[in-house]
């Protein structure tokens, strides 16, 4: 018999807890085939369709959910046909979908809650797996040991509790880092959690990108007032939560949203003295997340950005070409 398969789909590439989580399924197989795919929120349902997974491999589906009905249905044949599905996910629009009867599929493991983040509900459930397995020992691979202060660190992070030193920059880092880079480092790290070469060359350009991200976002900032409440909207380029955090502290009341021109997704943030559920917001626009952080793609906004700017220079053409 030849390698176990393990494909894995995950919220990345630029997530921490999404990233970790595929990480972890794959540190802890060791010696299987693991095929990781990231995704941001609005491409799941496109790459949970394209899995082609044969019977008797495994999909894990780590830090995401999906909306479309295709979807739920090539999942439902996947099962019927022999593949295991693992299903982990913290998300609120998750939660609050499989409490109103979605996601009623056999699932070899399902665990949706928002107790801790996708990486540690992961890496705590494949902990369990090993213990049960060896008869209460604790016997799991070693490079699996040596991943829960990273796991840690992801969930701190991504709750936004931000107690383990370390946590938030991070997730800066791998922000920072090149799509695929991010998921080597976190399969070399250990428990000291050292830069590898690629995220130390991260960590060096981190300065300068969140310079630019904040000079975007200031000459871009919008703002109107919607039933007391403050609405910020700009543009940014893959930080929204640090410019958030930053205008904050002095925009009580407020609800931001941001255009990313890294990833053509909306990032909703708000106020820490502000209790409105973002989630909420994001779903409207086809996305979801938490109460405190959210996001959504549009598909139409790029496009409708490009036209504006046709708008501005086509009589000027006009006016040369006549």
């Given at each position: 018999m030849g390698r176990p398969v393990l494909h894995v789909v995950s919220h990345g590439p630029y997530c921490l807890d999404g990233v970790a989580a595929a990480a972890?399924?794959?540190?802890?197989?060791?010696?299987?085939?693991?095929?990781?795919v990231f995704v941001a929120n609005e491409e799941v349902d496109?790459?949970?369709?394209?899995?082609?997974?044969?019977?008797?491999?495994?999909?894990?589906?780590?830090?995401?959910?999906?909306?479309d009905p295709e979807t739920e249905k090539h999942l439902r044949q996947l099962i019927d046909a022999g593949v295991e599905v693992h299903w982990f996910d913290h998300h609120r629009t998750a939660i609050d979908r499989l409490r109103h009867g979605g996601y009623d599929l056999p699932f070899k493991t399902k665990v949706v809650t928002d107790e801790y983040s996708a990486a540690k509900l992961v890496y705590d459930h494949l902990a369990r797996t090993a213990e049960a397995t060896n008869g209460g020992g604790t016997s799991v691979p070693e490079r699996f040991r040596k991943f829960a202060r990273v796991v840690e660190m992801a969930d701190d992070n991504d709750r936004w509790l931000h107690r383990i030193p370390g946590s938030h920059e991070l997730g800066l880092v791998l922000r920072a880092m090149l799509p695929g880079e991010a998921y080597r480092s976190l399969l070399e790290l250990d428990e000291r959690v050292l830069d590898t070469p690629e995220m130390a060359a991260a960590r060096k350009r981190l300065g300068e990108e969140l310079a630019r991200n904040r000079r975007l976002a200031e000459a871009t900032r919008a703002e109107r007032t919607v039933d007391g409440v403050k609405l910020v909207t700009a543009l940014c380029d893959g930080y929204p939560g640090e410019v958030a955090e930053d205008w904050g502290r002095e925009s009580p009341r407020t609800v931001f949203c941001f255009f990313d021109v890294r990833t053509q997704a909306l990032s909703f943030r708000r106020s820490r003295d502000l209790d409105l559920d973002l989630s909420k917001l994001a779903e409207a626009c086809g996305g979801g997340g938490h109460p405190p952080a959210a996001g959504a793609m549009i598909p139409e906004l790029p496009r409708a950005l490009a036209e504006v700017v046709a708008d501005r220079i086509a009589p000027e053409v006009a006016r040369q070409v006549s």
């Open positions: 972890a399924v794959a540190r802890f197989h060791e010696g299987a085939d693991v095929r990781p496109r790459a949970l369709r394209e899995v082609d997974a044969k019977p008797g491999e495994q999909l894990w589906i780590t830090d995401v959910s999906w909306t």
